[in-house]
């Protein structure tokens, strides 16, 4: 398992396209581009990326843009425990041979 950060939506699409990653944690608020808007973008051009919307910011409005954006799942940081998170990426993931 690797992991990436990017610092802005410009970086975070040649990230994309550079590591072609499994899963995406996105957030919605991000400099020079929201998250939503940037994870309509990667589903377009890859719908097979699980995107999970991590964020402080819980409306209704986001929700239902997240699902319009077709993010995978979406997740409010002050509602949602790590273990939750961590076994639901345990779940989705493609499980990895021991070697």
Same mark, same amino acid.
């Given at each position: ?7 802005d939506g410009?970086?975070?699409?040649q ?5 072609h990653p ?10 020079g581009?929201? !998250? ?5 973008? $990667? ?5 097979? @990326? &699980?995107i ?25 940081? !002050?509602?949602?425990?790590a273990?939750? $998170? ?5 779940? @989705? &993931?493609p ?5």
């Amino acid at each position: 398992v690797e992991f990436h950060g990017a610092g802005d939506g410009e970086e975070a699409l040649q990230e994309v396209e550079t590591y072609h990653p499994n899963l995406i944690f996105m957030d919605i608020r991000l400099p020079g581009e929201s !998250g939503l808007e940037l994870t309509r973008k $990667i589903k377009t051009s890859h719908p097979d @990326i &699980l995107i999970i919307i991590l964020t402080s910011y819980d409306l209704p409005e986001y929700r239902e843009a997240a699902a319009r954006y077709r993010a995978d799942y979406f997740f409010s940081k !002050g509602s949602s425990k790590a273990a939750n $998170i961590f076994k639901l990426v345990e779940s @989705i &993931l493609p499980s990895r041979g021991h070697e």
